[in-house]
């Protein structure tokens, strides 16, 4: 199967999804959309990297096609209702608007303790040529390991995310604590790029913009537009720091600006080429353990479960450039079965995204924080598999959330403070 034709199919099939599920947010509109762009643009870049093969073409197709086929059954099963943030009661929005005030507080004089732990805990490895990536390869190895200086500070980091997206979303509410929820934000970004995790920041930023792309129920496009331009610069910051791909930190912003998009280019397209790459070589195996969570888990409780890398070694996407990114098709295909383990499994994460997604449009709490999750792991596929690996911040994300607004020690019977309409009545959905 050529790619023209590949992009054509996958194009049909977006437009088709996003009719049936009559917004971008449905997952199998979502995913489909995602490809179909990434592999438009690989189509446009010529000969800039090697060719993708028949093979290849067909996995992405199938892939796309499983995870629709298990968002549409997800449709048709009974949906249950659990609590909606429209029955929250005007006392639990006050009591949580003075919570986040303290947790900002806290985290704004947490910061001197945070920047000494990463000080700290760069100096447990070897020197690189970048702090940054020191302390970013340095708080990877703490860890998996479960050790470090102040690991109260790594501990801090997920649920400092779920707070700044309960700000967002009490803003989006009361329209209130602009200031307070754009500082609660800035420090979560924040907080993450000392830990040098670029990828976080742009899970924060996907989650925020679900909130409010479901709170008003169309897309909000100014939003996006900031979201991204923010994301470009965080991206673009972080691989001059590093100098990564011919970028340096001692060079003019107009010298760097080829090496960065360089980069950008790599990490985007690179990783469906750097999959194929693999494949054609039988004697290599992703490192990615899909139950890596549940082992880290229990390496806490002092099992001694071993933990693969997840990465394999530099692979060429061009006769210039090599990258150690990949797909989500990777683990699914090479290590679990191959199309059949790859149909199977984007089947299921096609069903969860799907449910979760009704779930939240009928404002269900714990779904209202999780969506975000589900949706930046859609966008990732291109780069790595994250549906697996979000499994702990869902958790995080969904508990914390429902203990903010639900927790039975704080019941209250006082009515509602906003009178809004269900969230499932400002856009129509089939899938309702």
Known sequence: MTLPLTIALLAVWSFAMYRYGRSILFPPASLAVVWTITLFAIWLCGDIYYPLTTTANQIVLAGVLAFSLGGICAVTVPLRRGRTLTQVSARRHRQIDRWLTI????????????????????????????????????????????????????????????????????????????????????????????????????????????????????APMRLLALMGLVFLLVFSAGQISMSKYGA???????????????GLGTYWLGGIIAFDQNRQNPELRYGWDLGKFAKRILNRFGATYSERDRNLEYTKIS??????????????????????????LMFLMGFLSAYVYRCAIHGNCWAVFTLGAFVYATVMTVFSEEYFAQIMFWIKAGGLSTMVYFAPSFASHVPPRWTVADIDTVESQPCA
Do not use: C
Request: charged share 10%; net charge positive; no cysteine.
């Open 319 to 344: 006769p210039t450039q090599i990258t150690n990114v990949y797909t989500a098709f990777l683990p699914y295909y090479m290590d679990h079965g191959g199309m059949r383990g790859l149909i199977g």
């Open 103 to 218: 947790a900002g507080i806290f985290f704004l004089l947490n910061i001197p303790f945070s920047y000494w732990y990463f000080k700290q805990l760069s100096g447990t490895i070897a020197p690189r040529e970048s702090l940054w990536k020191q302390i970013r390869i340095a708080a990877s190895k703490a860890n998996i390991s479960g050790q470090g200086a102040l690991p109260i500070e790594s501990f801090l980091l997920p649920f400092l995310t779920i707070i700044a997206l309960i700000a967002v979303y009490e803003y989006t509410e009361s329209g209130r604590r602009g200031i307070r929820t754009l500082v609660l934000v800035v420090l979560s970004g924040g907080y993450q790029l000392l830990n040098g995790a670029r990828s976080e920041v742009l899970l924060l930023l996907v989650s925020s913009v679900v909130i409010l792309w479901l709170r008003k129920g169309a």
């Open 248 to 262: 340096s930190p001692a060079a003019s912003l107009t010298s760097n600006l080829p090496y960065v998009a360089q």
